[in-house]
């Protein structure tokens, strides 16, 4: 595995699964697809029995270059939230958790706040990644704001 050199973008994902944990996960990267180890660097569990709601598992250790997008690997951090957001929002745990995590991040490797990107806004993704309810401009506006963004499935 390279090492990570410099870390440009923060990248968010979804695994496209309700029913996962880091493990399956893990083993899906090194078995299906031959890598050398899981691809994101982080994961947050959501609400299915196999992983704790909002709990944030180490994937790749951040000192290796990741494997989940084309052309950004060598500089970007990425963090996939356990789930389907296609079909689903996330839990307000899993939020609450992305949220500090990418917070964390920004001033670890002061990325700025325009490079906190979902997958899908890269050149050339035709997938949803990280879903079709993530809406990354009210995200990146939220971090700009510094305030927990309230999630529509969390609006009584
Ligand atoms: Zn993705």
Partial sequence: MNKLEKVEYIIIHHTERNNDFPLFVKLRHIYLRGWENIGYHYLIGNTR?????????????????????????QNSIGIC???????????????????SLVHRKMEQ???????????????????????KLIDMDYIRTSLTQREIPKIPSLVN
């Fill in 49 to 73: 029995p196999f992983t704790r709601n909002g709990q944030i598992y180490h994937g790749r250790p951040e000192e290796f270059e990741g494997a989940h997008i084309l052309g950004y690997n």
């Fill in 81 to 99: 939230l356990i789930g389907n957001f296609d079909k689903k929002h996330p839990s307000k745990e899993q939020f609450e958790s992305l949220f």
């Fill in 109 to 131: 490797f002061r990325v700025p706040v325009e490079n906190v990107r979902g997958h899908r806004e890269f050149p050339e993704v035709r997938k949803s990644c990280p879903g």
